[in-house]
């Protein structure tokens, strides 16, 4: 039974021959040749029953058939259409910038791409290149040299004029966050320093991304964090990659379980003991709105001097990196008067 043709991929190339054409069919095993138009291919691989790979070649611009030889019939035909080459043309790479290590994979849009050679990112060639079309190639981006790189296609045409540019990245790197601890709730504004920040996409909390960030400079982002728990390790993603992470942690909200004495004179200067859990990274005390001096004994005590005020109660409330906690009564009591 002759072998039947079902696909030829690329459909088009130079009439300068020297593309290089997959065919895809059946029965293909045992062919003598491939032919397009009148033409012998320059050379073909029959590398199964179903694949055949040959090299087209130069002939006038315009539609060819391309046909298998086989012992037992030619193989029906598809269309390889010849195109004059021309000097390629490069208006588009998308995305524009990556990491320097390389491996990005960028669509390269324009003209007269049938044919090309060559791809390559300031004069290192593509890790790969695929012709999708005479106005679209698709490549993975090499490693390279932080800064503009001009992107090269090389058609039997020509090269492109070097105007079009991939911008290398260099990889971000943190070096510490500020504060470094907050409450689970989120909400709290860190600012992060580094260096190559700029044009980050994404700033994360472990997996979770930032509430909202903003690029200050280069070195310098400020980010509001999500809500979360426990460690959860900051790192910032540009262009460049995915920066080293740096300590952030979630701390739980402090709560107030008794106060000894719980009254105490009008006057100032009557020590408090605030009983209560995760009290250790505590900032501020407050009897009512007023702040006062205190001492933190452990993550379950801390003690603060009551300030003057007239008599009656008042909210005491402890506030740490995780929050404020709810207030506990404390009651001022005037000295009796004869």
């Given at each position: 039974?002759?072998?039947?043709?079902?696909?030829?991929?690329?459909?088009?190339?130079?009439?300068?021959?020297?593309?290089?054409?997959?065919?895809?069919?059946?029965?293909?095993?045992?062919?003598?040749?491939?032919?397009?138009?009148?033409?012998?291919?320059?050379?073909?691989?029959?590398?199964?029953?179903?694949?055949?790979?040959?090299?087209?070649?130069?002939?006038?611009?315009?539609?060819?058939?391309?046909?298998?030889?086989?012992?037992?019939?030619?193989?029906?035909?598809?269309?390889?259409?010849?195109?004059?080459?021309?000097?390629?043309?490069?208006?588009?790479?998308?995305?524009?910038?990556?990491?320097?290590?390389?491996?990005?994979?960028?669509?390269?849009?324009?003209?007269?791409?049938?044919?090309?050679?060559?791809?390559?990112?300031?004069?290192?060639?593509?890790?790969?290149?695929?012709?999708?079309?005479?106005?679209?190639?698709?490549?993975?981006?090499?490693?390279?040299?932080?800064?503009?790189?001009?992107?090269?296609?090389?058609?039997?045409?020509?090269?492109?004029?070097?105007?079009?540019f991939f911008f290398y990245a260099a990889p971000p790197a943190l070096s510490s966050a500020f504060?470094?601890?907050?409450?689970?709730?989120?909400?709290?504004?860190?600012?992060?320093?580094?260096?190559?920040?700029?044009?980050?996409?994404?700033?994360?909390?472990?997996?979770?991304?930032?509430?909202?960030?903003?690029?200050?400079?280069?070195?310098?982002?400020?980010?509001?964090?999500?809500?979360?728990?426990?460690?959860?390790?900051?790192?910032?993603?540009?262009?460049?990659?995915?920066?080293?992470?740096?300590?952030?942690?979630?701390?739980?909200?402090?709560?107030?379980?008794?106060?000894?004495?719980?009254?105490?004179?009008?006057?100032?200067?009557?020590?408090?003991?605030?009983?209560?859990?995760?009290?250790?990274?505590a900032s501020v005390v407050r009897f009512g709105a007023t702040a006062v001096p205190f001492t933190?004994?452990?993550?379950?005590?801390?003690?603060?001097?009551?300030?003057?005020?007239?008599?009656?109660?008042?909210?005491?409330?402890?506030?740490?990196?995780?929050?404020?906690s709810t207030g506990l009564t404390y009651t001022r009591v005037a000295v009796p008067g004869i």
């Amino acid at each position: 039974m002759p072998p039947t043709i079902s696909t030829v991929s690329p459909s088009q190339g130079p009439t300068t021959g020297g593309t290089t054409v997959t065919l895809t069919g059946t029965g293909m095993t045992g062919a003598t040749g491939v032919r397009f138009g009148s033409t012998g291919a320059t050379s073909f691989t029959v590398n199964s029953a179903t694949q055949i790979t040959a090299v087209s070649p130069p002939r006038a611009a315009g539609a060819a058939a391309v046909t298998i030889l086989h012992p037992t019939g030619n193989s029906n035909s598809v269309t390889f259409t010849y195109v004059v080459s021309q000097v390629p043309v490069v208006t588009g790479v998308s995305p524009s910038s990556g990491p320097t290590s390389g491996g990005t994979g960028v669509t390269l849009t324009g003209t007269g791409f049938t044919g090309a050679t060559a791809v390559t990112f300031a004069a290192v060639a593509a890790t790969s290149f695929l012709v999708n079309s005479a106005t679209q190639i698709t490549a993975t981006t090499p490693s390279g040299s932080a800064g503009a790189a001009v992107v090269a296609v090389t058609t039997p045409g020509g090269t492109n004029a070097p105007d079009a540019f991939f911008f290398y990245a260099a990889p971000p790197a943190l070096s510490s966050a500020f504060p470094n601890v907050g409450p689970a709730a989120g909400g709290v504004v860190v600012t992060l320093t580094g260096s190559n920040l700029l044009n980050a996409g994404a700033v994360r909390f472990g997996a979770t991304d930032a509430a909202s960030f903003t690029v200050v400079s280069a070195t310098q982002i400020t980010a509001t964090a999500p809500p979360g728990t426990d460690s959860s390790p900051i790192t910032v993603v540009t262009p460049g990659g995915t920066s080293n992470p740096v300590a952030f942690t979630y701390a739980a909200l402090p709560t107030l379980t008794a106060l000894v004495p719980t009254s105490g004179p009008t006057t100032a200067g009557t020590v408090v003991t605030l009983a209560g859990t995760n009290l250790a990274t505590a900032s501020v005390v407050r009897f009512g709105a007023t702040a006062v001096p205190f001492t933190v004994v452990s993550d379950t005590q801390v003690t603060a001097v009551a300030p003057a005020a007239p008599a009656g109660p008042v909210a005491v409330t402890v506030t740490t990196a995780g929050g404020t906690s709810t207030g506990l009564t404390y009651t001022r009591v005037a000295v009796p008067g004869i």
